[in-house]
């Protein structure tokens, strides 16, 4: 069982910074890949990003076109920890950000293949 608390949403303007942060508890966090997807009003949940697990050699990630450029996906095995750096912020950024963790290691890009689930946190950014 992995516990996945998220932390770092608000209300910024377009153009502005903001990182995510994702802890996590429970069984060993390197064996998991993590991403980040978001879900904003009236729309399915969506891919955002996804890094391998931190216990491989090279760390392979994986963007949403849309945020390629803007956002980094980074973590930190000795804090447990999942980082989402998201810069030059737009509106359409705009949604309820969730961590996932995935068993096996590699990346993935829908829903179905993650196996745990932070309860998300809101990023606003307005225009």
């Known amino acids: 069982q992995v516990q996945l608390v998220e932390s770092g949403g608000g209300l910024v303007q377009a153009g502005d910074s903001l990182r995510l942060s994702c802890a996590a508890s429970?069984?060993?966090?390197?064996?998991?890949?993590m991403g980040w997807f978001r879900q904003a009003p009236g729309k399915e949940r969506e891919f955002v990003a996804a890094i391998s697990s931190v216990r491989w050699s090279v760390a392979y990630t994986d963007y949403l076109d849309s945020v390629k450029g803007r956002f980094t996906i980074s973590g930190d095995n000795a804090k447990n920890t999942v980082y989402l750096q998201m810069n030059s912020l737009k509106p359409e950024d705009t949604a309820v950000y969730y961590c996932?963790?995935?068993?096996?290691?590699?990346?993935?890009?829908?829903?179905?293949?993650?196996?745990?689930w932070g309860q998300g946190t809101q990023v606003t950014v307005s225009s």
């Open positions: 429970g069984r060993t966090f390197s064996t998991y890949a």
């Open positions: 996932a963790a995935k068993t096996g290691g590699r990346t993935g890009t829908g829903v179905p293949d993650y196996d745990y």
